[in-house]
């Protein structure tokens, strides 16, 4: 039985990667499980140089490689934080930084029992015919690279596709295109050791409602789901980064136990139990907003087969990025805010956030960009 | 008018008129000439939602399940026959009374299958079977669909028939008292099959199938059997279980199937009939896996359906899945035909004075399976004739 780690060679019955490799099938398994480990949670700090460069600027801080370093150290030593965190979403040029003391930065995060993860995507492009949809390019040579970033230690990868909602949008086309997308990378992934994250972001913009939300992300979530099993993508040894389900930016705001039950539903709807977890993007919610979110949806009492847990990016690190501003005096009190908000996640994956208490400044505060840009 | 040709426009790929004239709410044009609101819906939310959620729910009972009494007056034809019984109306009748009436069954039932005729009839009393069942807490069910035609260029692979005029007859069955119906879908194992014609058609008509039922107050039973015949190994039979149940909840997706509002009845996942058995476990472990890789938590229940498995097999299967310990966010329950009726009717033998005996009969396999679905079944003990005999049938057409 291919199960126990006999290897198969025959490939003609098998639906998924486990048959192909038996022996990295449960390795994909256990990083994937461990990385729903209840009260445990996901840091995305996998910034493009580019995007980075945009939240150096707010605070003031110049976007060259020491200083992206030294703002990813205070993040991975910040005292505490890892405890919380499962893994973490690294940029390919941070795989290879290491502390001013000259300590891997993959070493860090092993030491603290936190998988190492890679962003392998290269950005989106337009489809053609479409009113600005895109799909997200990277297939090339990914394998190769993949090979690479699991020597260099990572074990899963992340692949943003992304959507959006308007009169005519998305589209098939732009739906077919990115799922499709999803799954080659999922499955080369898998080959190469490295978990895949799907993320099929469906961006918050827009004046629609949290029903037409929760219609796109259904049908989006079916598209995916049916790409994946015809690629033979193992699903235990895969995690889904979706959206919430919420009103468009433009609407108003609903309570977090509205979006706990719209989102659990299309959840409920589409996803099947073979996946270990759900890492939720925040997509411009503020820190306190997406924590009480998922923590409104880890009290919910329903069918919930799968972890439902945390992979945000300024959602985690906003109030750390404002309290640092560059300044090594600072730093201190940087790790601080982050380790409140690793903490108050962590607590909202178990369904036990008591909510506000003192907020750091930027805790409150919304993070959505208009038709934003990696 | 002005729509219409704006409309005609985006066909050309204008789209600068569309974005002029078509803002919010988003409307069809009909051929008419006449606006009607879209409904942005993912899936089925009209009058009949929250009553198809609840009767699903409560056909997932755990200790209850389905008794598939729908046979075709063919099949039953069949049935009769083997115990030396003419295929005549009366004897449909009797039969289904002898199940219907059978003491201390009901309690384990939450729903049965009948075929059209027999949700017309009543009982030697005079009182109606549907009445019967309801009255014993057992909701009705209707099989709908009409058989199965083959598929030009395959290799005598099939589609199921029975769309035409269906919402009409759903809505005669619902007045008459059914809640939820079966259409059964069939599949089989070859070298080159199932071919993905096949699978895809046979999904697009369950999917249509359902959504009709639902618009018309049934909780569809959706029935994708892979017929068990051939000499392929269990994990073949997953493969093909995974792909199949994979393309249907795709295409339930894709027709707005509302998923709290349907049952599953699949095949178990089990080795090919000529291959050699495997143990009970070992076809949990597959089975579950299969639906845990392609079955969205949202759908209540599973009603396996029995497939030529003899009813001692049947419910040790069923009873091995229960005492799994892994994730499984619906019932998994039973939908049986022959594994419920064999030694009843081998009991029975159509003579009054077996009555007692047939229904004490199905009172134990009842039970048993009741016990399965709760994983609590033993096992063994005294057997009933034909307990233990396999029902398989090359080729089964029913």
């Not at 910034?47 to 200083?67: D, H, W, Y």
């Not at 629609?208 to 079916?222: F, G, Q, S, W």
């Not at 329903?302 to 090594?328: H, I, Y």
Request: glycine share 8%.
């Amino acid at each position: 039985m291919c199960s126990t780690g006999v290897v198969y060679k025959k490939r003609r019955y098998c639906n998924t990667y486990q048959f192909f490799f038996p022996l990295s099938a449960d390795e994909l398994i256990a990083n994937a499980a461990y990385i729903g480990s209840p009260g445990k949670g996901i840091l995305a700090a996998d910034e493009s140089t580019g995007t980075i460069g945009k939240r150096l600027a707010s605070i003031n801080v110049e976007n060259v490689e020491t200083n992206r370093r030294a703002l990813r150290e205070l993040l991975f030593t910040a005292p505490g934080v890892l405890q919380y965190l499962s893994g973490v979403i690294l940029f390919e040029e941070t795989l290879y930084q290491k502390t001013a003391a000259g300590k891997p930065f993959v070493d860090v995060l092993k030491e603290g029992g936190v998988l190492p993860g890679i962003k392998v995507d290269k950005g989106t492009v337009e489809l053609a015919g479409t009113n600005g949809e895109t799909t997200t390019q990277g297939l090339d040579g990914l394998a190769q690279r993949c090979q690479q970033y699991y020597k260099a230690g990572a074990r899963f990868a992340k692949w943003r596709a992304v959507l959006n909602i308007g009169a005519n949008e998305p589209s098939q086309l732009a739906i077919n295109e990115n799922a499709n997308g999803l799954a080659r990378y999922a499955i080369i992934c898998q080959e190469n050791g490295l978990v895949p994250i799907v993320e099929p972001e469906i961006l918050v913009d827009g004046s629609h409602d949290i029903n037409k939300c929760a219609d796109v992300t259904e049908r989006v979530l079916a598209v995916v789901y049916k790409a994946l099993n015809d690629h033979h993508v193992l699903l235990e040894g895969t995690l889904l980064k979706p959206n919430m389900v919420t009103p468009g930016s433009s609407s108003p705001k609903v309570a977090p136990e509205v979006i706990a039950e719209h989102t659990v539903r299309a959840l409920q709807r589409t996803m099947p139990p073979a996946v270990p977890a759900v890492v939720f993007l925040s997509g411009g919610q503020s820190e306190e907003e997406a924590t009480l979110n998922l923590n409104a949806m880890n009290k919910l009492k329903t069918k919930k087969p799968w972890t439902l847990s945390f992979s945000f990016g300024r959602a985690l690190q906003q109030s750390t990025l404002k309290a640092w501003a560059g300044k090594d005096e600072n730093i201190k009190k940087a790790q601080d805010a982050l380790l409140t908000r690793c903490k108050a996640n962590s607590e909202a994956t178990l369904g036990t956030y008591q909510g506000g208490g003192a907020l750091s400044e930027g805790a409150s505060e919304s993070l959505h960009v208009d038709n934003y840009k990696y």
